[in-house]
């Protein structure tokens, strides 16, 4: 998910309540909610598709998960005895207890790879214990309803704090329970979309089989809707499914597709390709201006990603991909 996304969570889960087991809490709450994301650094010394097979895995994954929280917790605490010591401490400042400033942070960073599996994009839950991909295929990476859902819990929360009620903490649980039942819901909408689209498999047409993949993506701004991919080996279709309207069959990838290739021994010399290959769940090719082909992900067609989800390999000629 988006940043604002994961801040959002680190300060609901703190103005539910957890803000008030240490000083410094609220910002562990946060700050570890966007901390496996230092992996964005990979930007500086990655090039081309090769920050696709990084981002999302090793800081995403079990031991940075235990260490990533005991750094941020070593630091806000350093911070508050350096503040001591000079005196800048605020007065209304609770305790810093090592303990407890782990545990919320290690809390706010448990709380990013939850989210990231929620969309399609991916994450490597295991790293390194194992590359496999997961996907949660339930929201979309921005969900402004989640946005508004997440800054009406804090702002009430916060502003009955301020006032000096007694459970200022209650909007902020509810907050919560009404995120993780959104949630729900919208996993809901994802697994129904796949079953009708599993109900039409001979829709999917030229794919070797019509139920080798089948890929429930939510859309922007529209939780009641999904565009359904569907197909496998470098042969997809795009359907759309809505809660209200119904099923929309999925057609062929209007893009000048290319018969697949295998790019086995190709992988061993081209990272970028490799990295790509790695990370696309839905590959497919398309044919470039000069003959040539150009490797893109079927969960990214949209022309706006531009050229961040593909590859071009111009020493690869397309091949027309005939109709079945």
């Known amino acids: 998910m988006?940043?604002?996304?994961?801040?959002?969570?680190?300060?609901?889960?703190?103005?539910?309540?957890?803000?008030?087991?240490?000083?410094?809490?609220?910002?562990?709450?946060?700050?570890?909610?966007?901390?496996?994301?230092v992996d964005a650094a990979c930007f500086f010394w990655l090039h081309g598709t090769e920050h696709?097979?990084?981002?999302r895995g090793i800081t995403h994954g079990p031991p940075a998960l235990v260490l990533l929280p005991l750094i941020l917790a070593g630091l806000l605490w350093a911070f508050?005895?350096?503040?001591?010591?000079?005196?800048?401490?605020?007065?209304?400042?609770?305790?810093?207890?090592?303990?407890?400033?782990?545990?919320?942070?290690?809390?706010?960073?448990?709380?990013?790879?939850?989210?990231?599996?929620?969309?399609v994009y991916g994450i490597r839950l295991l790293e390194p214990f194992s590359s496999q991909w997961f996907y949660g295929d339930t929201l979309f990476i921005i969900d402004p309803w989640l946005w508004a859902m997440l800054i009406a819990a804090v702002w009430v929360s916060r502003r009955r704090e301020k006032a000096g009620a007694a459970?200022?903490?209650?909007?902020a649980q509810v907050g919560i329970a009404a995120m993780l039942v959104y949630i729900?819901?919208?996993?809901?909408?994802?697994?129904?979309?796949?079953?009708?689209?599993?109900?039409?498999?001979?829709?999917?047409?030229?794919?070797?089989?019509?139920?080798?993949?089948?890929?429930?993506?939510?859309?922007?701004l529209a939780p009641w809707r999904r565009e359904i991919v569907g197909g496998g080996k470098g042969s997809w279709f795009l359907g759309a499914s809505d809660t209200f309207s119904g099923y929309e069959r999925p057609h062929p990838i209007t893009?000048?597709?290319?018969?697949?290739?295998?790019?086995?021994?190709?992988?061993?010399?081209?990272?970028?390709?490799?990295?790509?290959?790695?990370?696309?769940?839905?590959?497919?090719?398309?044919?470039?201006?000069d003959g040539s082909v150009v490797l893109r992900d079927a969960?990214?067609?949209?022309?706006?990603?531009?050229d961040r989800f593909a590859l071009a390999l111009p020493d690869v000629k397309c091949e027309e991909l005939t109709s079945p």
């Open 167 to 171: 459970k200022w903490a209650r909007p």
């Open 80 to 119: 508050d005895r350096w503040q001591t010591k000079r005196g800048t401490r605020p007065e209304g400042r609770l305790p810093v207890r090592f303990g407890w400033l782990y545990a919320m942070a290690f809390i706010g960073c448990l709380s990013h790879p939850f989210f990231d599996w929620l969309n």
């Open 299 to 306: 969960r990214f067609t949209d022309p706006r990603v531009g």
């Open 52 to 55: 696709l097979a990084f981002r």
């Open 2 to 37: 988006d940043n604002l996304t994961h801040s959002l969570v680190g300060a609901v889960l703190g103005q539910a309540g957890l803000k008030r087991t240490t000083g410094l809490a609220m910002p562990a709450l946060i700050i570890g909610a966007n901390l496996p994301d």
């Open 255 to 289: 893009v000048e597709p290319c018969r697949w290739v295998d790019f086995t021994d190709a992988r061993r010399t081209n990272s970028q390709l490799d990295a790509f290959l790695f990370w696309s769940r839905a590959p497919f090719l398309t044919r470039a201006a």
């Open 184 to 220: 729900g819901a919208n996993g809901f909408v994802s697994a129904s979309a796949v079953v009708a689209a599993s109900l039409e498999g001979k829709s999917f047409g030229r794919a070797p089989s019509p139920y080798a993949r089948i890929i429930a993506s939510p859309v922007p």
